[in-house]
């Protein structure tokens, strides 16, 4: 089963860009990369997600290396507000069940200051 | 469109006693989840519905039960709770036809224990 490592925290300020690195060494063919994003007292919000290569939407991008045993979720120009805990996901959600497993990191606690 | 919601927001138990957590979604979605969160711990998936009628065992499903009652609605059985049952509950859902397998969560049940 995947398993998925990232940093337990860090501190940027606002208008830098913030990269956050997720490792996945046992990433299986079937897998996707999903980051979310959560907030204190409210549920996990989808950002971004990708399979390999490099994929962009409007908030941020996920580089995806050719072995895909890890990722980058790459927020540009932060601000206050993405102030957050983000967390990394690898798992096939269109076979969550019968131990196919979507496995969880544990997050990592964003701090953007002033 | 609510999207997805869950009741209770909050609730305490005595160690024994049962009670069912109820979420619904309004996104015509036919994946459903429940996860678990706990400090250090992550989000951990508990049980999984890839549709109507169909439920999987996820990662911790000891001490569960779900039903999925129809294509909105699955709910999280407790039948005798335990202190190690404290927890914030999170209900998700997807659509796997869509491009992305982005989960939507709802606000989350926090559960107290004693």
């Known amino acids: 089963l995947a398993k998925t490592t990232q940093p337990i925290s860090m501190d940027s300020y606002e208008g830098q860009e913030v990269n956050i690195t997720c490792s996945h060494n046992?990433?299986?063919?079937?897998?996707?990369i999903t980051w979310y994003q959560q907030f204190p007292s409210q549920g996990p919000r989808f950002i971004i997600q990708?399979?390999?290569?490099?994929v962009t939407n409007e908030v941020a991008s996920l580089f995806i290396p050719a072995d895909r045993k890890s990722s980058t979720l790459s927020l540009p120009r932060v601000s206050l507000s993405d102030t957050a805990v983000y967390y990394c996901?690898?798992?096939?959600?269109?076979?969550?069940?019968?131990?196919?497993?979507?496995?969880w990191g544990l997050g990592t606690s964003l701090a953007v200051n002033p | 469109n609510a999207g997805v919601t869950q009741t209770p927001k909050f609730q305490v138990l005595k160690t024994g006693q049962s009670m069912t957590l109820q979420c619904a979604q309004d996104m015509n979605h036919n994946s459903m989840y429940w996860y678990r969160q706990d400090p250090g711990m992550g989000l951990r998936l508990i049980y999984y519905s890839a549709s109507e009628g169909t439920t999987d065992k996820g990662e911790v499903p000891n001490g569960y039960n779900v039903s999925r009652l129809n294509k909105r609605e699955f709910s999280l059985r407790l039948e005798s709770a335990a202190p190690s049952q404290t927890s914030v509950y999170f209900c998700?859902?997807?659509?796997?036809?869509?491009?992305?397998?982005?989960?939507?969560f709802g606000p989350g049940t926090r559960l107290t224990v004693t």
């Open positions: 998700a859902s997807s659509d796997p036809f869509r491009e992305t397998y982005e989960q939507y």
């Open positions: 996901l690898v798992g096939d959600a269109l076979n969550a069940g019968n131990n196919r497993k979507l496995i």
């Open positions: 046992n990433i299986a063919t079937n897998d996707y």
């Open positions: 990708g399979y390999k290569t490099k």
